[in-house]
């Protein structure tokens, strides 16, 4: 961990990058949030250009499905251009997406333009994450790696509102410009030094570091050929395998961050957060609130604003495992809520109309303090420098892959097991997510990303040992049997220590 204080300077240039880049989440809240306000617009004034509900509901629906495909191409660009040419790729590619929206005359050329603008989601989404906490002490890391979630949750609140005021197609021209700027602020800042010295590039890498004011970066080749003769070492081995070979990718210290970081980004998705988002004017309307649907809207994405901004305050106190523990639980009792609401419509029983606005509300602050921003964070984290690139990536596709899936089940689940159900269904995956969190997620509050890495690697244990040893060191160190040892003893779960 660090021990000098972050200054004043390096927390102001490392803020103003993470600003600019977060303007990517932003464009990413616009492309989420355009639906809702634009497609009742479009069957206001252009009646045949969305001809059926099952048309309507593609075009909405679609960017999660080419953001999984853009997520899955930003590997090979955060690998070979970095970071930060990967965030500004997406830009021209959204302005030419809202274009296309904004001139369209056929239902044909919003579906292709609607998923345009998700791939460039899927290209932002690992990428601005990445760069954001690979430029970032430490000691505000948390604080600034959320600010790209807040950004997102912004974007769509400003969607909402401006949806209320707006032509669809003046929509569009709206996000077009903000593309535009997304490229400016962005392409003014260094590339990270972490790629670039995984690239070699070790003068641009010290220039990089010495710009944003980095405390304990290291950018000297020797430290770095003596990090990797000391691993070589440790295995046993005359040379280390390539990054993104078979060999490399299947050891521990990749396996169960990337484990980790699925299943939280599985449990943000399943808490059914996109279903709320993208269609929380017909839940209230179904709900049988007599709150407009469009004004509810509006509150739950000040909501969501309000709580992703306090939780700036907290990440880097409270630490990231309570965050996301009190999180899961507040997302829980809200489903349950909200399942109980439903049920309670059913049955003719409404007198408990202000049930489903408050469950609402409940549940974007829990989700907004915790699993909104912090699974992103511990992807810049808990992934090692080599193969970062690679595992955001695939994790930025699972990801919206999990969220395509939950907004098309949403309406077939209503259908199965009835909406009280379905929500009852989020508030039990809510539950398992917290015990998830408690057993097998360390917490990196303060810590390098160097340090964060060594959590995951084997310890070493003497042959004739057949009970596993402890951790002396007082960190949250994973202590695991021998590589001989290991088909015949289990392996002990991170000791969380906060």
């Not at 080419?66 to 090979?76: C, D, E, N, Q, Y």
Request: proline share 5%; net charge positive; glycine share 8%.
């Amino acid at each position: 961990m660090a021990d000098e204080k972050t200054t004043p300077i390096a927390a102001l240039k490392q803020t103003l990058l993470s600003l600019s880049v977060s303007l990517s989440y932003y464009c990413i809240g616009l492309v989420r949030g355009y639906s809702a306000p634009a497609v009742p617009s479009m069957h206001d004034t252009a009646p045949g250009l969305l001809p059926n509900k099952n048309i309507a509901s593609w075009v909405s629906s679609i960017p999660p499905f080419g953001a999984f495909f853009g997520s899955l191409v930003a590997f090979p660009l955060m690998h070979r251009i970095g970071r930060k040419y990967t965030v500004l790729i997406a830009s021209p590619l959204w302005a030419a997406s809202w274009v296309l929206i904004a001139t369209a005359d056929d239902w044909r050329v919003l579906f292709v333009a609607r998923m345009l603008s998700g791939f460039g989601a899927g290209l932002s989404l690992p990428a601005a994450q990445v760069y954001v906490s690979e430029c970032s002490d430490p000691r505000i890391r948390g604080v600034i790696g959320s600010l790209p979630a807040l950004a997102m949750s912004f974007g769509i609140l400003v969607m909402y509102v401006m949806g209320k005021f707006f032509h669809w197609r003046v929509l569009a021209w709206i996000c077009c410009g903000m593309a535009c700027c997304l490229f400016l602020a962005v392409a003014c800042f260094p590339q990270s030094p972490v790629w670039l010295r995984t690239r070699k590039q070790y003068e641009k890498a010290h220039y990089s570091a010495k710009w944003l004011h980095l405390q304990g970066f290291s950018f000297d080749p020797k430290a770095t050929t003596a990090g990797v003769t000391a691993g070589q070492k440790d295995a046993g081995t005359c040379s280390a395998p390539k990054p993104f070979s078979r060999e490399a990718l299947l050891r521990r210290e990749i396996l169960i961050p990337l484990g980790i970081g699925l299943v939280l980004l599985s449990i943000q998705q399943l808490s059914g957060i996109d279903a709320v988002i993208f269609f929380t004017v017909e839940i209230f309307r179904a709900a049988g609130t007599s709150m407009d649907g469009h004004v509810a809207t509006i509150i739950v994405g000040t909501v969501q604003v309000l709580s992703n901004g306090a939780a700036l305050f907290v990440v880097d106190r409270a630490g990231r495992k309570p965050l996301l523990i009190m999180s899961g639980l507040i997302m829980c009792l809200a489903m349950a809520s909200m399942g109980a609401a439903f049920h309670l419509n059913s049955i003719g029983n409404t007198c408990f109309g202000y049930l489903p606005v408050v469950s609402l509300i409940v549940f974007m602050i829990g989700f907004s303090i915790g699993f909104g921003s912090i699974p992103f964070l511990l992807m810049g984290e808990l992934f090692p420098t080599a193969q970062r690139s690679l595992l955001s990536s695939l994790a930025g596709s699972f990801n919206l892959a999990m969220m395509f899936t939950v907004i098309k089940t949403y309406h077939p689940l209503e259908d199965l097991i009835t909406t009280s159900g379905t929500f009852l269904m989020y508030s039990v995956l809510c539950a398992l997510g917290v015990v998830f969190v408690i057993t097998c997620v360390p917490e990196t509050k303060g810590r390098e990303l160097d340090s964060i890495q060594k959590l995951f690697e084997r310890r070493p244990q003497p042959s004739h040992q057949q009970e596993l040893g402890s951790d002396k060191t007082g960190h949250d160190n994973p202590v695991f049997s021998s590589s001989d040892e290991t088909a015949h003893h289990r392996s002990r779960s991170i000791d969380t220590k906060l």
